[in-house]
């Protein structure tokens, strides 16, 4: 039981911290609301900014200035969060497939691979935190924003709603949680 606990969430922390560096890397934590005047579609990321024309389907991307230029808080935080969320769940999978029973590293010491395996978990559970907190945080950021446009009546042409890379850093986080949870409850 235990070894199938342990693939398990082995498993789930490969693909979710996997897709919380995909989430960290793409484009599209904002798009344009879907409004049948948009000629284009409009992603707003941690990283650069892109259109698409929706006649042509030509992409173009405009790089952020810099990476310390200055930026809202939303993506600083969310960048720094995200950031750190993939370098913990990096290393909770490196300290986790050490610890896996079915790695011949450390066979004879199993007292020291479970504990291997339940410090993999706290990591991962603290960077699924992060993850899930920047996420959301970003989320939560482009509602109030948009809330506070419709509310004083203004118009700026385009309204953001979040998009799926926000979505992605959200369930990858929580996938992180889940791994988390079954490394340091289920296999003690």
């Known amino acids: 039981v235990s070894m199938g606990l342990q ?11 996997l897709f919380l560096v995909i989430a960290t890397c793409t484009d599209c934590w904002m798009v344009n609301a879907d409004d049948s005047l948009e000629v284009s579609h409009k992603c707003r990321g941690l990283w650069r900014e892109c259109v698409t024309n929706m006649q042509d389907g030509v992409k173009t991307c405009d790089q952020y200035d810099s990476i310390l230029a200055d930026h809202p808080v939303k ?8 950031i750190t969320a993939d370098l913990l769940a990096g290393l909770a999978l490196a300290t ?65 709603d979040f998009g799926w890379s926000c979505w992605l850093g959200m369930a990858s ?9 079954v490394l340091t409850c289920c296999l003690h």
């Open 7 to 17: 693939l398990v969430a082995f498993a789930v922390a490969l693909l979710s911290t």
């Open 173 to 181: 986080a929580t996938g992180c949680l889940v791994a988390s949870a």
């Open 75 to 82: 993506i600083v935080v969310t960048r720094t969060l995200l």
């Open 96 to 160: 986790l497939l050490l610890g896996l029973d079915c790695v011949k590293f450390l066979k004879e010491e199993p007292h020291v691979k479970l504990k291997m395996c339940f410090m993999a978990g706290v990591i991962l559970g603290i960077g699924s935190v992060l993850g899930l907190v920047g996420s959301v945080w970003y989320a939560v950021d482009v509602y109030v924003e948009r809330a506070t446009l419709v509310a004083h009546n203004v118009f700026l042409g385009v309204h953001y």
